[in-house]
């Protein structure tokens, strides 16, 4: 006798692109009800009417879906993953420009599309210009965007070896391989069910452990929350000084530290992915390179502006030394992270010697970026370690020709065909960037602004605008032709080339 289906087996039949604009209809209840709270009445029904505007088409198309056998080709969740990028801003940027009738259907959609793909660049200068529900909305989108990646890197790049997982798989990039993903066949959508079924629990748990230990160092119940799903989903967003309340301070600058180490390595929080570790955290290699730039950067930073000091002459060298310290070492881990938060100290690294610290260094820590499978951008770690290990066997290769590695199966996988890979992909994050930067260029931004954003859009630190140049850039300022440059650089540095190039493969469209 065969079983009736349940609901949930009903629902995961349905597209998966269907069922993120559900649950992205879903969670526009959650700024409703804050607002109405708040007595924002206005806001409150801009975004009530949107969710159930959304319900109501969701449940349409899915009764019409109803009984369609489903059609998986071996790329479509990879495909809907980048529908998903592209066009749920859209829906998103409803409530944004009902409730802010100020701004432009365009600009709004430009900004849901920041925070989605975690790049956390603003059009808002002033923060005042937008509600405390405006806020949580912005700050909520990136949470669930940097969800969205914690997801789709187990249940979508990782079987298809992308994301990063090219370096240490045996197959090729977007075509699957034997072994840890393929030993039964199994519904996409029930695979990613079962990633949100353990990873949901685990990224909601530790944003309200964030958020509660930020509160406690003096943050705004609001303010509090953004920056805690800010930095959870490494999108750099914040309310604003006028919501977030009294300043982060030290102690709150080491909470939100202790935070952002989740975005080095996958494995701080999980360990269900394939990577060129087998002995846990300690010998992880993204960990551990990851930790050696974080006390690097800074400390080159400190000697830098040390000697500054001490050619001015200070009296207050050792007390001003400390401070400028702790502001480096936070602001280095920031956005190496690829969060983009500037401490409140990072001032006077620059005020205690009388130097500027140049952006060049941020814009590279943001280049190199976090860890593979989590919500950072960049190259990766992975990556950059791969390539270390292959110069470092090419070197001993010169003085011992005929010597054979001794780094194991995993360690010769990265010093041959994963350092190739990487490679690959650091020419096409090259050329993605040329591509970019000359396109700015061709509409008006000129060079200095165009190699910043070209940097903060593909490695998704938005941040960097503001401290990666001379001046702040002003995104508001930059004709409407740049701004769809800048937002097809957020979707490709949030999904990265390779995974575009799969996209035009024939397997996209075979059942």
Request: glycine share 10%.
């Amino acid at each position: 006798m065969l079983r009736k289906p349940s609901l949930l087996d009903r629902l995961l039949q349905l597209p998966l692109f269907l069922l993120m604009f559900g649950t992205a209809s879903v969670s526009m209840f959650v700024p409703a009800g804050y607002a109405a709270v708040a007595d924002r009445h206005a806001t409150s029904q801009a975004f009530f009417y949107a969710a159930l505007l959304g319900c109501v088409v969701f449940m349409l198309i899915a009764i019409a879906h109803a009984g369609r056998a489903p059609r998986h080709g071996a790329l479509g969740p990879l495909m809907s993953l980048f529908c998903a990028f592209a066009f749920l801003p859209v829906f998103f940027a409803v409530p944004f420009v009902e409730a802010l009738p100020t701004t432009r259907f365009y600009n709004a959609y430009f900004e849901m599309l920041s925070a989605l793909t975690t790049t956390g660049a603003t059009l808002f200068d002033d923060p005042a210009r937008l509600g405390p529900a405006l806020h949580l909305w912005r700050a909520q989108v990136g949470w669930m965007g940097g969800l969205l990646m914690w997801v789709a890197a187990v249940a979508i790049l990782a079987p298809l070896n992308l994301g990063g997982f090219e370096v240490t798989a045996q197959a090729e990039p977007g075509r699957r391989e034997t072994g840890l993903y393929n030993d039964a066949p199994i519904n996409p959508n029930r695979r990613i069910w079962r990633a949100v079924q353990t990873l949901t629990p685990l990224y909601a748990g530790l944003t309200l452990m964030l958020w509660v230990l930020l509160i406690f160092s003096g943050q705004s119940a609001l303010g509090a929350l953004c920056r805690a799903m800010s930095v959870m989903a490494t999108s750099g967003i914040s309310a604003g000084p006028a919501i977030d309340g009294a300043p982060v301070g030290v102690v709150g600058e080491m909470i939100l530290a202790l935070f952002m180490l989740f975005a080095l390595s996958r494995l701080t929080f999980s360990s269900d992915t394939m990577t060129a570790s087998q002995g846990g955290l300690r010998t992880d290699p993204e960990f551990r390179i990851g930790l050696m730039i974080i006390a690097l950067v800074p400390f080159v930073l400190f000697a830098r502006h040390f000697l500054g000091a001490f050619e001015l002459g200070g009296n207050d060298t050792f007390l001003g030394g400390i401070v400028a310290l702790w502001g480096s070492l936070f602001t280095v881990l920031s956005f190496l992270s690829t969060t983009g938060f500037v401490s409140e100290y990072w001032a006077e690294t620059q005020n205690w010697s009388g130097l500027r610290t140049p952006g060049l260094i941020l814009m590279g820590l943001a280049l190199v970026g976090g860890g593979v499978a989590t919500t950072a951008g960049g190259v990766k770690l992975l990556r950059v370690f791969a390539l270390y290990r292959n110069a470092m066997r090419e070197m001993e290769q010169l003085v011992h020709p005929n010597s054979v590695s001794g780094a194991g199966v995993a360690g010769r996988r990265l010093q041959s065909g994963g350092a190739f890979i990487a490679w690959i992909f650091f020419m096409l994050f090259a050329l993605s960037f040329a591509a970019v930067t000359l396109a700015l260029t061709l509409v008006g931004v000129t060079f200095d602004e165009a190699l910043v954003l070209s940097i903060a859009m593909l490695s998704t630190t938005g941040p960097l605008t503001e401290v990666g140049g001379q001046s702040p850039i002003t995104l508001m300022a930059l004709s409407d032709p740049a701004k769809a440059i800048l937002a097809g650089a957020m979707v490709l540095g949030r999904l990265e080339m390779l995974a575009i190039i799969a996209l035009l493969t024939p397997d996209l469209w075979r059942g």
